[in-house]
């Protein structure tokens, strides 16, 4: 009789720790977003391009740098 | 009383005691399931599944350039080397024999309206609006852990106005103690995959105030 209690008590602990388990896996911190979309250029430039305005690489060909105005 | 009627009122002991011990066993696994759930969401994780390493110190080798006033320092590999960039902002790229940027990352100082809530539309907006003929996000990321402050990043994938050149980039608007900037790392797309590893260690080693 006290093997099958005890049998029991462990069954239940270890459907609790796996129900834990599944609740924290289950909702996770989503770190990154699917692409979501496509930003084509307007009408105008704010830098003219072909070695105009600041002259940077960005604006003749090059990868982009990270300012904010130019 | 009899041998057997003492086992039976011994058993309530017996359980309790077992059950005492199943509890305990609960509680420890509860715990390292949250401590790991924990973990998860302390900035760091997130940056790798975004394929950035955790925060970290630059290689040894790594050459380092400050901002003006100190307000951020980019670490490069040796195989890059600084090139001309806007006044108060750093870039280092690799150039191939014909001129062509093989490696990109650039560092600025925060100059207009960006910041860690609307980086990543502000800066595909910027890239159409600039240097861009078309802009594609491909994930962002906020709260991502760096050496002195936090960040929102956005990768994504561009072609230029000029030369028709297709890259790929990791940008990233950082806010630090006294001051933000933005660090990019970028190279052409067709060897993203190869490269992406080596500008993410570059990202992971920016150090901002």
Redesign the interface.
Known sequence: ??HT??RS??G??LL??LA??CS??SS??K????????????A????P??NGG????????????????? | MSDRRRAIAS?PR??VG??AV??L??AA??AG??A??AS??SGS???R??GLPAAGSAPAGWHRATLAGGAAVLAYPPVMQL????RG?A?A?QLSSSGE?LL?L???P?????SLRNWPQ?R??????????????????SGVRFLGGTGTCVKDD?V??????H?T?I?CFVQGRTSA????A??PTASWASVSGLLGRAIAGYVVR
């Open positions: 009789m006290s209690l005890t008590l462990a239940l602990a609790a720790a834990a388990g924290s896996s996770p911190a770190p990154s977003t699917p692409p979501s979309h496509s930003v084509t250029a307007p105008h430039n704010s830098i391009q072909n600041d002259h940077d690489g960005d604006n003749n060909g090059g990868p982009s740098d990270g300012d904010g105005n130019l | 058993l017996r359980v077992t059950a199943g509890v066993a609960v696994v509860i399931v949250l790991a759930s998860g969401t994780s997130p940056a599944a975004f090139v001309s960039s806007d902002a870039s790229a940027y990109y650039n560092a600025t925060k100059q207009g309206d960006e502000f595909l907006g910027h890239l159409t609006d600039d240097d861009a003929s078309s802009a594609h996000e491909l994930a962002t990321i561009y230029t106005k000029v030369g028709a050149h890259f980039e940008a900037s933005v660090i990019v970028a190279a």
